[in-house]
């Protein structure tokens, strides 16, 4: 096929950088040797860029101590930044968060988050923490190797784990158009509802109702429903 006109200019490779799971730095050097050592290996002068990251990410008090003496949040850490030394377009992290306290994961996250709205990075994220994957613009859930789903967050709760509204009611007969299961004489439960459906409901029937929950789908119920078993 000729062109008609313009020019399509070809991008250089995009840069990626990688979090494993089990850290590849020295745990006899300190941060600081650690992450210059790493930052040597590259063409490009980093100093600022790394200066930047070191107190982004908080590693000040700590820069001159050994890795191997870090407990695991502050590993953690240091590992996110010797992966950004060379400013990634995009970065892997391999369940980042396992087996750090729920204080850290929220440190570290936030830290994540304000790169991705400051420097537009792009996460790839492998997790086993699904409420984790929930802050993802798209997700997809995988059994040996196949992926079985994907889609938004909302897009999968929404069509494997809907919300249930149970409603009990005085006997009176519910006036509503909506699909509802009967559970007992008095319980009836609905299924896929949003927010303002609900409300609608509560408030049409308000002298009918005696009590009244609703719970809202999870991403773990999603899972669950999907691979037919709970996350180990």
């Known amino acids: ?38 930052s040597n290996l590259y063409h490009e002068d980093h100093t600022e860029w790394v200066h930047h990251l070191i107190n982004l990410m908080g590693l000040t008090h700590f820069l001159n101590q050994r890795y191997g ?4 949040g502050q590993r953690r850490r240091v590992d996110i930044t010797r992966a950004l030394i060379a400013d990634p377009d995009i970065l892997f992290l391999d369940e980042p968060t396992t087996g750090l306290d729920l204080q850290t994961r929220l440190v570290i996250w936030n830290l994540l988050q304000r790169l991705q709205k400051e420097h537009g990075l792009t996460i790839f994220l492998t997790t086993h923490y699904l409420e984790e994957a ?15 789903v994907s889609g938004s967050v909302t897009e999968i709760k929404q069509q494997y784990a809907p919300t249930k509204l149970v409603v009990t009611t005085n006997g009176h007969q519910l006036h509503t158009s909506y699909s509802e299961k009967q559970l007992t004489s008095q319980k009836f439960s609905f299924d896929g509802l949003n927010c303002s459906e609900v409300i609608t409901l509560l408030h049409s029937n308000q002298e009918y109702i005696i009590n009244f929950s609703y719970t ?4 773990n119920d999603a899972f669950v429903k999907i691979t037919g078993k709970e996350l180990q």
Not at 10 to 38: A, H, T, Y
Not at 69 to 72: D, F, K, P, R
Not at 134 to 148: R, V
Not at 216 to 219: E, L, Q, V
């Open 1 to 38: 096929m000729t062109p008609t006109s313009g020019m399509i200019t070809r991008r250089q490779g995009i840069k990626i950088g990688v979090v494993f799971q089990d850290s590849i730095l020295d745990k006899e050097l300190s941060v600081k040797d650690n992450l210059n050592f790493r």
């Open 69 to 72: 003496t870090l407990s695991g």
């Open 134 to 148: 929930e802050n993802a613009d798209q997700m997809y859930i995988l059994e040996n190797g196949k992926i079985l």
């Open 216 to 219: 809202p789908g999870s991403i």
